[in-house]
Structures are given as structure tokens and as C-alpha cells.
């Protein structure tokens, strides 16, 4: 099973509508974040929160707002969706690699997010 | 000016062939450095970290430098496998392990 999962994995929306992103993750990480990816703009930072009670925005929260559920579950909402918020949206979360004697983040497979 | 820099590419190479990248970013502050690799329409996952030494992971070298503010990724012997966009990536422990990503070089390794 995969230590980070999102859902939905695809979604097509309207303008205007609300979207929630869904993201869940078993590594007992206290750490997580959201991307989004544009082509040829890399990954940017919408939103972080360090634990259950610790929540910050990042690079670009305008138009998005996050709810940290639980350690395990981090949730990005869209609250009147706009085209260009079409991207791929990635969760992630970070947390010590013993393997590589440091912390390391850790990704899920992604939300395909397309708003008419 | 983007915070990390790549060539976008793409690179196309011959298998077999030595590929070398290369990735500037400008905050002097930056602490820890990585390559990560993402293939298409999948997440980055962590290809290897950058040490200061320079580090060696089988196929692939990676070297720092951080007087000019400059990493590298030397991957020899090129796969059919290694087809994918690779991510340079820097951390600034400063504002709480964030990750800058750079916008990604993608290869693509011909038969």
C-alpha cells in the first residue's frame, strides 16, 4: 500500500464550484504540504502545516485553504474554483530517511485538477 | 529572476551515452540540496541527495558548488530507463525545511 495516497485522482470541475482535495498518509509524519505543478514552473507551495495545530501558508495560498484533520490527513479545499488553478496538485509529507541519515519528503501520486 | 534554474531540455541521448545537468539557485542561505526524479504524469520521488564532496550513486554523480551556487547531476552509461524529468531541489532550513524546486530537465534516452 502507498505510504501517501490523494483523492480523487482526476477531477473536472466548474468555475465557480467548490473542490476538496483529499490526502492521507500512514509514515506517522507530523510534517505536511501541498504543491502545485505547472508545466515548466516546477513544484510551488500552497500550504504547509507542521502538525495538527500548526498550519501556514506558502508560496501561492491565494484562492486555497487547507484543514489538518489528524496527523495522517491534510486536505487542500478550493473554495470557488477558477480556470487557472487547472494544475497537477501534489501532497506530500516529510519525515526522517534512515536510510540517508536525513529528513526527506515524500510524495503521493497526485490530483489532475481541470477547471472549465 | 526563478530561485532555482534549470535547462528544461529535452536532452535526447543515445543509450549508453554520459548526460550531464546542471542547476543554479540564488539563495546563498540554501542548506541542503537534491535530486529528484519525476516521471511523467507521476510524483518526484528522491533520486540522491547532494553532499559538498560530491557523491556517487551507482550510474549517477552529483556535485555542489557552492561558491557559484551550482549543482550537477552526471548520470553515465544512459538507460532506456532513465527517460524521466529530473528536479533539482534545494532546502533553506531557515524557513522550516521548505523545498524549492526547480522547473525540471527532462531526458529522454533513445534506442
Known amino acids: 500500500d502507498a505510504d501517501v495516497t490523494q483523492t480523487p485522482r482526476n477531477r473536472i470541475t466548474k468555475t465557480g464550484k467548490r473542490i476538496m482535495l483529499e490526502c492521507s498518509q500512514t509514515?506517522?509524519?507530523?510534517?505536511m504540504y501541498w504543491y502545485r505543478q505547472d508545466p515548466g514552473l516546477g513544484l510551488r507551495l500552497i500550504y504547509y502545516?507542521?502538525?495538527?495545530?500548526?498550519?501556514n501558508k506558502g508560496e501561492i495560498s491565494d484562492g486555497y485553504s487547507v484543514s489538518r484533520q489528524a496527523q495522517a490527513k491534510f486536505s487542500l479545499s478550493l473554495e470557488s474554483a477558477i480556470p487557472n488553478q487547472t494544475a497537477l496538485y501534489f501532497c506530500?509529507?516529510?519525515?526522517?530517511?534512515?536510510?540517508?541519515?536525513?529528513?526527506?519528503?515524500?510524495f503521493g501520486p497526485g490530483t489532475r485538477l481541470l477547471v472549465l | 529572476r526563478k530561485e532555482v534554474e534549470q535547462d528544461p531540455g529535452p536532452f535526447n541521448v543515445p543509450e549508453g551515452a554520459t548526460v550531464a545537468f546542471n542547476c543554479t539557485y540564488s539563495?546563498?542561505?540554501?542548506?541542503?540540496f537534491f535530486w529528484y526524479r519525476q516521471d511523467c504524469r507521476k510524483e518526484p520521488k528522491l533520486l540522491m541527495s547532494?553532499?559538498?564532496?560530491?557523491n556517487e550513486d551507482g550510474r549517477f554523480t552529483a556535485q555542489l558548488n557552492r561558491a557559484s551556487q551550482y549543482i550537477s547531476l552526471l548520470i553515465r552509461d544512459s538507460k532506456l530507463s532513465d527517460s524521466a524529468t529530473y528536479l533539482c531541489?534545494?532546502?533553506?532550513w531557515g524557513a522550516g525545511n521548505m523545498l524549492t524546486f526547480g522547473g525540471g530537465t527532462r531526458l529522454m534516452v533513445k534506442p
Open positions: 506530500a509529507t516529510s519525515g526522517p530517511d534512515r536510510d540517508r541519515g536525513q529528513e526527506t519528503q515524500y
Open positions: 509514515k506517522g509524519h507530523d510534517r
Open positions: 502545516s507542521f502538525d495538527v495545530k500548526d498550519i
Open positions: 539563495n546563498s542561505a540554501s542548506q541542503s
Open positions: 547532494v553532499y559538498s564532496s560530491g
Open positions: 531541489v534545494v532546502n533553506y
